[in-house]
């Protein structure tokens, strides 16, 4: 086990091999945490993160509950503990809901969703026992509000949303805590097709022209991203350190706006209508 202050913490980063992934593993190492860098290819992960002496790359598939279950134990022979779980790996079945077969939706649900609770899962007995630890879950704007050619990714982040929300009462009584993080627009590799982003397979007539059409438009993205990773990864390590973590992140200026217009969409909703909605109790 490494030597650590006591104000050195150990984090576990999922997909660590690329985007946000690299950037948090970096962040935490220079703020003197100590990192399990997870990802599919440990030398990849390695490679893009640099060598440190706090640093320990561990191979993981988070849809393999058993290669989550091996990647905690790795983190606990190394450091000790865990003080920080990072479900950051993700991907992106881009399309429009008809046009993706349903083994993609499935497959959508399994990384994006129970990946993440599998590593939870692993992580979170190790958490209850130093009755410490904090869950920080990256989920999306698309997490909060529907979009077009999102009908699987966005399923899969509302899942999250609610899961987050429910899962914090759960852990408060031992002393964990949870954040999500609703990140907008930022330059990872998200849209990189074949890597992060896989495209419908199914093909029906009516969507064609506009699948081509949206498909363009998310390949001319790519790259051009307003939002910095590195410094999202700066600003969570540094919420994570104030030891006093809000339940929800809402990421870049693109995604405040966002989601303060989806509020208030959502208020004139209940406004327009909320009559009708006190009208269903029974009689007393």
Request: one cysteine or more.
């Amino acid at each position: 086990m490494s030597e650590q202050t006591s104000a050195t913490k150990v984090f576990l980063i999922t997909g660590a091999g690329r985007g946000l992934g690299v950037h948090l593993a970096q962040a935490a190492l220079a703020a003197g945490h100590a990192v399990v860098a997870t990802g599919r290819d440990t030398h990849k992960v390695e490679q893009a993160i640099g060598a440190h002496p706090d640093l320990l790359a561990v191979a993981l598939d988070i849809t393999d509950p058993a290669a989550a279950e091996a990647a905690a134990a790795a983190a606990v022979d190394r450091f000790g503990c865990i003080d920080v779980l990072v479900n950051n790996a993700g991907n992106f079945y881009a399309g429009y809901f008809e046009n993706i077969s349903d083994a993609q939706f499935r497959a959508q649900m399994e990384t994006n969703f129970f990946g993440p609770l599998n590593v939870t899962r692993a992580v979170l007995p190790v958490m209850r026992r130093q009755r410490a630890g904090q869950v920080i879950t990256v989920t999306s704007t698309a997490g909060l509000i529907g979009q077009e050619f999102c009908a699987a990714y966005a399923a899969s982040k509302f899942a999250l949303e609610g899961w987050m929300e429910s899962l914090r009462f759960d852990l408060a009584p031992y002393g964990i805590s949870t954040m999500a993080v609703e990140p907008g627009f930022f330059r990872t590799d998200l849209l990189v097709e074949g890597a992060s982003t896989l495209w419908p397979e199914l093909q029906i007539e009516d969507y064609t022209e506009r699948t081509a059409s949206t498909i363009e438009a998310w390949k001319a993205m790519n790259g051009q991203q307003g939002g910095d990773p590195a410094r999202l990864a700066r600003a969570l390590v540094s919420l994570s350190d104030s030891g006093d973590l809000p339940l929800r992140f809402v990421a870049g200026a693109d995604a405040v706006a966002g989601v303060e217009e989806n509020l208030t969409t959502i208020k004139a909703q209940i406004d327009a209508h909320r009559d009708l909605s006190a009208s269903l109790s029974y009689d007393s």
